[in-house]
């Protein structure tokens, strides 16, 4: 399986999201690929938010070797599941990539948890440290049920 985790900047949620599957793929024996990318592009290259690399850290979760890096049409060629952190997110995913988008392929992760109900994971960019834990634990529980499902 090759799997791709997206939100807009792949700074706060998507590497969290990628960092938390790594270790349950790990945990699991998996020979899995997981990638994520975000849909701005206005953070290419960076590494993940410091508040993002705290709370992982505090988890065992190391994420701070990631580099931000923009999501591309072809990244429907590349990988078997896309997961979008929000609706905003599926909505530019689709704008980018015209022809390329392939609705079967692309899902919203917390449709894991909740078929048919559409829900965001909350963007934690503009708030305090307590919506970095919130999301780890709404990744958390979706990659838990993702990975048994897949
Ligand atoms: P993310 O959060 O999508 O969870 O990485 C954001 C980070 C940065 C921006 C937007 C969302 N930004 O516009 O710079």
Redesign the pocket.
């Known amino acids: 399986m090759t799997i791709l985790m997206v939100?807009?900047?792949?700074?706060?949620?998507?590497p969290l999201a990628e960092g938390i599957l790594l270790q349950k793929i790990k945990m699991a024996g998996l020979n899995w690929q997981v990638d994520s990318a975000?849909t701005?592009g206005?953070?290419v290259h960076e590494a993940p938010?410091y508040l993002s690399q705290s709370v992982a850290k505090k988890k065992g979760i190391d994420i701070s070797n990631q580099l931000c890096r923009r999501f591309v049409p072809e990244d429907f060629d590349r990988f078997d599941k896309i997961y979008a952190?929000a609706g905003d997110?599926l909505d530019e995913m689709k704008q980018i990539s015209g022809k390329k988008f392939i609705s079967q392929k692309a899902e919203l992760l917390l449709n894991v948890v909740y078929p048919g109900e559409n829900r965001d994971i909350p963007?934690?960019?503009y708030g305090p440290e307590a919506g970095y834990y919130k999301v780890f634990e709404m990744i958390d529980e979706a990659c838990e049920i993702l990975i048994k499902q897949l």
């Not at 939100?7 to 998507?14: A, H, K, Q, V, Y």
């Open positions: 939100c807009l900047g792949n700074i706060c949620r998507s975000g701005n206005f953070h938010h952190m997110v963007d934690p960019w």
